[in-house]
Every structure is written in structure tokens, then in C-alpha cells.
């Protein structure tokens, strides 16, 4: 009778399924599990863009009359060091009735497996496992609701266009350049590598051609009857002494106008006050994650991503890490309560006051647009035994979390003009209604892990 094949992304989610599906033996390479399911892996990438070579001998020698360099039809070629795992999961295909494409839950996670199934000649049926969260209930619902790996070759299909256009970039414009300079190093160049570096590059340019400038802001404390306040002086398009930004580059204007107005009365000619609303920030997605964690602990972008991969992959507390979305499906509300529990028990500042009634913006899936996954919350699993450093990461995610549940911070904005002897002065300030969660940015951390 034919087996099941599930090939995940990497060794260690391969061993988390077949534990969840229950272990009755063990190959190398792969798991025999219960309801006749051999659980398998890759190792990353498998494959990999063949050299131009393949497509033609010449191309091994770097001319610029070969350029560019188009295959027709693209070559894979196996990895050398994963070429026995490649082995491993061809031999169990040949016995396979059906595959389950357990790949992260994101295009690239799609394409390792889909790429070895295309390669090896599988034409069998193939169902997707899209699970965003490593934890039993997560497992538990993505096998509940398996779908035909076929809906998803439009995600596949995009990063296949990825990757050749990072080779057709890569390997003409690297030649291109290295050629055109004359010189024996290579001048390596890339579709990401290239316009990230110029960025960089236009920027340090920018900040060694600075010069400094000094410009004055003329600001006055301001009595009233009912309060004080500090008002900015507003300059008018005809006031002496200003660039070409409108900014107060003379002292002496500025000396002029301190003079004039200083001890003298003046009149408000115009006050509002709106009562403002600002819903509570999205869950993180992961470059907003490493810059929170950059700002508040000094962590490396690096450092952010592999703690958090830990925290997904190891103790399975959070979500998929690499998200480009900050929204949540509808459906993931109703587990928002577990979630909120798991925080409780935690007694985790702010988690018995939020009320899982309340339905953020946060939950839109349409607002997901073609983004597959979505932002990093956590999940209902209690975390145990974590370092200072994930301890850091899981409470930024699980209190972005928590703000969810709370009302929208609101706050009176007001602005007041006043003249004092024909000069305008402007200030403005907030009163604040209700702080809602803005609460939790006022609690210090005293959890306990």
C-alpha cells in the first residue's frame, strides 16, 4: 500500500510533525509515522541555479559578446552537500500515493518543496500543509484543513520568478562590470545587493557633504487667565532674516523680535480643540520587530531574527517570523482567548485587564492582500526556561499583542493662535481623554519565565 509523503522545509519542523502525527520508527532522513505518513525533509534549498556553463561551454569563459546570458529553459543541479537527502526523498517518492508539502508558510517555503517534487518527477497528488505557528493546536488545525497543493502555484511561481531574475541580474551584470573595468577582481553585483548598497552609499555621501547651518526658533511662554502654554512664533513669507526653507537664519531678526514682543499683551484669535482617536499599533512584522529591538536592547537585525526563529522553531511560543504582513486573518480571533489566557497565566503585565471582546483593525484578511502569512503574534504555548535575550523578544510581541484588547487611546487636540503686536504665535498640546493602550507602554516588565 502507498504511503503519505510529508517533505518539510528543515530537519527540525520535519521532527515536530512526525511527532505530532506519532513516531512508530525511524530511517535516515525521514519517520515513519502513525496513519502510514513518512514524515521527511529538506534542508533548505535543495537545488540550486545551474552555472552558465551548463547551458554552454563557452559561457565558462567571461566574454562581453556572450552578453547577455538568457537560458531558454532554466537548469536546477542538487547542492552537493544535500545531494543524499535529495537521494532519501526520491527513493520514498517512488512508493509515495500521495505528498504533503509542509513548507514554510510563505513563497519561498513553497518552492523548496514544490522545486524537489518538479525535479524528482512527481506528478502525483500533492496537498499544502500552511501552518504559521509550530505549537499542537496550530499543527492540530492545519491538518484539519489541508488544501490541494496546486492553489498555491501562483506563490510558487513567483519565487521561481525571483530566483531567476536574482541569476539573470547576478551573473550578467557581475560579468558586465567586472568586464568593462579591466580588472582581475571581480565586481560582484545583485538585483537586492546592488540598489541596497547605492542606498547606503548615496547616504554617506549625503552626511560627509552636510554642513551645518544654525537657524533660530523663537519660542515664548504664554499666561492666560485659565493656563500657560508655550507658543512657537510663526514668520511670514515677507519676515527679514529667513532661507530658503522659511527657517530664522539672523540673530538679530530674532534679537529684533524678542525685544518687540517681550511683557506685552497680546490677543488669541483663534482656539480649536478636536477630540482625536489612534487604535492601538498592528502586530510586528519582522523589520519592525528588528528596529524595536535595535532601539530598546541594541540588538543586531541578525540577533532579532535568530532569537525569534528560536522562539518560533525551538520553544514553538511564536508565530512565523518572517512575515511582511502586519495583519491577522479573521478567523484567528477565536483563538484569541487561549492566547490571552496563556498571557495570564504568565501573569504577564496587562493580560487581566484586556478584553478579548474587542476586535481590533488588526484582524483583516483582506488587508493580508497577497501576503501569505501574517504578523508575529504569540501563540498558546507557556514559554520555559528562556534566556534574558528571548525573554526581551517574546514580551515585545506578546504585548503589541495585548494591545489589541484594549480601547483606542484618546486624547483632546488643541491649537491656539495668538498675536502679540502684529506677530503670530502658535502652540498647541493634547489633553488626554482616556489612555487606553497606551496603558501597557506605562508598565515596567516583571514577568516570570
Given at each position: 500500500?502507498g504511503k503519505t509523503v510529508l517533505?518539510?522545509?528543515?530537519?527540525?519542523?520535519?521532527?515536530?510533525?512526525?511527532?505530532?502525527?506519532?513516531?512508530?520508527?525511524?530511517?535516515?532522513?525521514?519517520?515513519?509515522?502513525?496513519?502510514?505518513?513518512?514524515?521527511?525533509?529538506?534542508?533548505?534549498?535543495?537545488?540550486?541555479?545551474?552555472?552558465?556553463?551548463?547551458?554552454?561551454?563557452?559561457?565558462?569563459?567571461?566574454?562581453?559578446?556572450?552578453?547577455?546570458?538568457?537560458?531558454?529553459?532554466?537548469?536546477?543541479?542538487?547542492?552537493?552537500?544535500?545531494?543524499?537527502?535529495?537521494?532519501?526523498?526520491?527513493?520514498?517518492?517512488?512508493?509515495?500515493?500521495?505528498?504533503?508539502?509542509?513548507?514554510?508558510?510563505?513563497?519561498?517555503?513553497?518552492?523548496?518543496?514544490?522545486?524537489?517534487?518538479?525535479?524528482?518527477?512527481?506528478?502525483?497528488?500533492?496537498?499544502?500543509?500552511?501552518?504559521?505557528?509550530?505549537?499542537?493546536?496550530?499543527?492540530?488545525?492545519?491538518?484539519?484543513?489541508?488544501?490541494?497543493?496546486?492553489?498555491?502555484?501562483?506563490?510558487?511561481?513567483?519565487?521561481?520568478?525571483?530566483?531567476?531574475?536574482?541569476?539573470?541580474?547576478?551573473?550578467?551584470?557581475?560579468?558586465?562590470?567586472?568586464?568593462?573595468?579591466?580588472?582581475?577582481?571581480?565586481?560582484?553585483?545583485?538585483?537586492?545587493?546592488?540598489?541596497?548598497?547605492?542606498?547606503?552609499?548615496?547616504?554617506?555621501?549625503?552626511?560627509?557633504?552636510?554642513?551645518?547651518?544654525?537657524?533660530?526658533?523663537?519660542?515664548?511662554?504664554?499666561?492666560?487667565?485659565?493656563?500657560?502654554?508655550?507658543?512657537?512664533?510663526?514668520?511670514?513669507?515677507?519676515?527679514?532674516?529667513?532661507?530658503?526653507?522659511?527657517?530664522?537664519?539672523?540673530?538679530?531678526?530674532?534679537?529684533?523680535?524678542?525685544?518687540?514682543?517681550?511683557?506685552?499683551?497680546?490677543?488669541?484669535?483663534?482656539?480649536?480643540?478636536?477630540?482625536?482617536?489612534?487604535?492601538?499599533?498592528?502586530?510586528?512584522?519582522?523589520?519592525?520587530?528588528?528596529?524595536?529591538?535595535?532601539?530598546?536592547?541594541?540588538?543586531?537585525?541578525?540577533?532579532?531574527?535568530?532569537?525569534?526563529?528560536?522562539?518560533?522553531?525551538?520553544?514553538?511560543?511564536?508565530?512565523?517570523?518572517?512575515?511582511?504582513?502586519?495583519?491577522?486573518?479573521?478567523?484567528?480571533?477565536?483563538?484569541?482567548?487561549?492566547?490571552?489566557?496563556?498571557?495570564?497565566?504568565?501573569?504577564?503585565?496587562?493580560?487581566?485587564?484586556?478584553?478579548?471582546?474587542?476586535?481590533?483593525?488588526?484582524?483583516?484578511?483582506?488587508?493580508?492582500?497577497?501576503?501569505?502569512?501574517?504578523?508575529?503574534?504569540?501563540?498558546?504555548?507557556?514559554?520555559?526556561?528562556?534566556?534574558?535575550?528571548?525573554?526581551?523578544?517574546?514580551?515585545?510581541?506578546?504585548?503589541r499583542f495585548l494591545k489589541q484588547?484594549?480601547?483606542?487611546?484618546?486624547?483632546?487636540?488643541?491649537?491656539?493662535?495668538?498675536?502679540?503686536?502684529?506677530?503670530?504665535?502658535?502652540?498647541?498640546?493634547?489633553?488626554?481623554?482616556?489612555?487606553?493602550?497606551?496603558?501597557?507602554?506605562?508598565?515596567?516588565?516583571?514577568?516570570?519565565?
Amino acid at each position: 500500500m502507498g504511503k503519505t509523503v510529508l517533505i518539510a522545509e528543515k530537519p527540525s519542523v520535519g521532527k515536530d510533525l512526525a511527532a505530532y502525527l506519532g513516531i512508530v520508527g525511524r530511517g535516515k532522513g525521514f519517520y515513519n509515522c502513525k496513519g502510514d505518513i513518512v514524515c521527511t525533509w529538506c534542508v533548505g534549498h535543495i537545488l540550486e541555479q545551474a552555472d552558465p556553463h551548463v547551458y554552454d561551454p563557452r559561457f565558462k569563459r567571461w566574454r562581453a559578446e556572450d552578453l547577455p546570458i538568457i537560458p531558454e529553459s532554466w537548469v536546477l543541479e542538487p547542492i552537493p552537500r544535500s545531494r543524499e537527502q535529495l537521494q532519501i526523498i526520491e527513493e520514498l517518492l517512488k512508493t509515495a500515493e500521495s505528498v504533503i508539502n509542509a513548507g514554510d508558510p510563505e513563497r519561498e517555503g513553497q518552492l523548496i518543496v514544490d522545486e524537489v517534487l518538479d525535479f524528482l518527477g512527481y506528478s502525483g497528488p500533492a496537498e499544502r500543509l500552511w501552518i504559521s505557528a509550530l505549537d499542537v493546536r496550530t499543527i492540530e488545525k492545519g491538518f484539519a484543513n489541508l488544501r490541494d497543493n496546486g492553489e498555491f502555484k501562483n506563490i510558487k511561481d513567483a519565487a521561481i520568478c525571483r530566483s531567476n531574475a536574482d541569476w539573470l541580474v547576478g551573473i550578467n551584470v557581475t560579468r558586465g562590470l567586472t568586464l568593462a573595468a579591466g580588472q582581475s577582481n571581480v565586481l560582484p553585483a545583485g538585483r537586492v545587493q546592488t540598489p541596497t548598497l547605492s542606498l547606503v552609499v548615496d547616504r554617506d555621501r549625503e552626511i560627509e557633504q552636510f554642513k551645518k547651518k544654525p537657524y533660530w526658533m523663537l519660542r515664548a511662554t504664554v499666561h492666560h487667565e485659565t493656563n500657560q502654554f508655550i507658543a512657537t512664533w510663526e514668520p511670514d513669507e515677507l519676515t527679514s532674516g529667513l532661507d530658503a526653507e522659511g527657517r530664522l537664519v539672523s540673530p538679530k531678526v530674532a534679537e529684533q523680535i524678542i525685544e518687540k514682543v517681550s511683557g506685552h499683551d497680546g490677543h488669541v484669535v483663534s482656539k480649536k480643540d478636536s477630540l482625536k482617536r489612534k487604535k492601538p499599533p498592528l502586530p510586528f512584522l519582522l523589520s519592525d520587530l528588528q528596529k524595536k529591538a535595535e532601539d530598546k536592547f541594541d540588538y543586531s537585525p541578525k540577533e532579532t531574527l535568530d532569537i525569534g526563529q528560536r522562539l518560533y522553531e525551538k520553544y514553538k511560543v511564536v508565530t512565523y517570523m518572517r512575515t511582511e504582513c502586519r495583519y491577522l486573518p479573521n478567523e484567528m480571533f477565536e483563538d484569541a482567548p487561549r492566547v490571552v489566557r496563556t498571557l495570564r497565566a504568565q501573569n504577564m503585565e496587562g493580560a487581566h485587564e484586556a478584553d478579548t471582546t474587542i476586535q481590533s483593525p488588526a484582524w483583516n484578511t483582506k488587508k493580508q492582500g497577497a501576503e501569505a502569512h501574517h504578523g508575529i503574534i504569540p501563540t498558546e504555548v507557556m514559554p520555559k526556561n528562556l534566556t534574558e535575550e528571548e525573554k526581551n523578544i517574546y514580551l515585545l510581541v506578546a504585548r503589541r499583542f495585548l494591545k489589541q484588547f484594549y480601547p483606542d487611546y484618546q486624547y483632546y487636540s488643541s491649537s491656539v493662535v495668538v498675536i502679540v503686536r502684529d506677530e503670530l504665535w502658535k502652540g498647541t498640546g493634547i489633553l488626554v481623554k482616556d489612555k487606553g493602550w497606551m496603558k501597557l507602554n506605562d508598565q515596567q516588565t516583571k514577568e516570570k519565565f
